[in-house]
Nanobody, 123 residues
Framework: QVQLVESGGGLVETGGSLRLSCAASGRTFGSYTMGWFRQAPGKEREFVAFIGWSAATTYYADSVKGRFTISRDNIKNTVWLQMNSLKPEDTAVYFC????????????????WGRGTQVTVSS
């Protein structure tokens, strides 16, 4: 069992930056691929990025590649999403999730989810 709690969301202007954090409980955090998803109003939840259990593997959606960076610390049981050059279309609720699949880019492969943190980018 893994509990996930996101933080770090807020309101930022276009071009600004935010760093999201996801704190995980549970002794098996290091066994999971960790992902970030987002969901805008009226839209389906979409994949943003994942990082493998050892942090050796990362993968990003094309829409955020080069602007967002995912990282993790298995001692601190935390995963981060550094978001730079934010755009209004990045506005969404951002969710942290944990998966036992090594390369999980779809929501159905994730076993545990946080409640999300709101990110709003003003134009």
């Amino acid at each position: 069992q893994v509990q996930l709690v996101e933080s770090g969301g807020g309101l930022v202007e276009t071009g600004g930056s935010l760093r999201l954090s996801c704190a995980a409980s549970g002794r098996t955090f290091g066994s999971y691929t960790m992902g970030w998803f987002r969901q805008a109003p009226g839209k389906e939840r979409e994949f943003v990025a994942f990082i493998g259990w050892s942090a050796a593997t990362t993968y990003y959606a094309d829409s955020v590649k080069g602007r967002f960076t995912i990282s993790r610390d298995n001692i601190k049981n935390t995963v981060w999403l550094q978001m730079n050059s934010l755009k209004p279309e990045d506005t969404a609720v951002y969710f942290c999730a944990a998966s036992l699949s090594p390369r999980a880019v779809v929501a159905a492969l994730y076993n545990y989810w946080g409640r999300g943190t709101q990110v709003t980018v003003s134009s």
